[in-house]
């Protein structure tokens, strides 16, 4: 089973809606973050949120974080095209720096 | 800056043979690390390298595999005998000394026909 996993596993939105993509982990961490995958292109990162976090902003972007209950979520407001992307959260990158994935939300935003 | 480097986009080879994929990774990055992507594993972690010696590399296939960094500008990711099931896109990063995030490449896409 995947130590990290994201949910819902696809979306479709309009543009200038909300969306909320959910994480669940299965390890201790020290951060999780939040990477972003277009089509063609490797994963960028996103966001970064520390274990002694309970949400960081980063423009149109919120990630929150729940050590308690092994979870993390983040929100996108008003969404345009170009959020088109696959979106992933990692834990690890602390001392044994390799990330682990979930397997990823696809999310299509159409016009 | 140009990000990191990978080459070639695309191989394709034929079962049995080898397969010898590059990686530049950003310039003062440190650290460098290979992983393996395809639809139903995700995103996989293979090899880490530190300084160019290698550190971890619990994600490697035991046979088959194998991965160098020999100077700071360049790491290479060789698969001998290539299987179908090699078939996946190999992504490098790289990423600063203390810093937990990762800088992708677009990654090579190898098909083992």
């Known amino acids: 089973s995947q130590l990290a996993e994201e949910n819902p596993w696809a979306l479709s939105v309009h543009e200038g809606e909300s969306v909320t993509v959910n994480c669940s982990y299965k390890?201790?961490?020290?951060?999780l973050q939040w990477y972003r995958q277009k089509s063609g292109e490797g994963p960028a990162q996103l966001i970064l949120?520390?274990?002694?976090?309970r949400e960081k902003r980063n423009g149109r972007l919120r990630a929150t974080l729940d050590t308690s209950s092994q979870s993390s979520s983040l929100s996108i407001t008003a969404t345009r095209c170009e959020d088109t992307a696959v979106y992933f959260c990692a834990t690890g990158g602390g001392n044994t720096r390799k990330l682990i994935f979930g397997l990823g939300t696809t999310l299509q935003v159409q016009p | 800056n140009a990000g990191v480097i990978q080459t070639p986009r695309h191989k394709v080879t034929g079962k049995g043979q080898e397969a010898t994929l590059w990686c530049e990774p950003i310039s003062g990055h440190s650290a460098v690390f290979w992983y393996r992507q395809t639809i139903v594993q995700g995103l996989e972690f293979l090899t880490y390298?530190?300084?160019?010696?290698?550190?971890?590399d619990s994600g490697m296939p035991k046979e088959r595999f194998s991965a160098q960094m020999p100077n700071q500008s360049h790491s290479t990711l060789k698969i001998q005998s290539t299987q179908p099931q090699d078939s996946a896109v190999y992504l490098c990063?790289?990423?600063?000394?203390?810093?937990?995030?990762?800088?992708f490449g677009p990654g090579t896409r190898l098909t083992v026909l």
């Open positions: 949120i520390r274990s002694n976090e």
């Open positions: 390890t201790s961490i020290t951060a």
């Open positions: 990063a790289s990423s600063a000394d203390r810093g937990p995030e990762q800088f």
């Open positions: 390298f530190r300084n160019q010696a290698p550190i971890d």
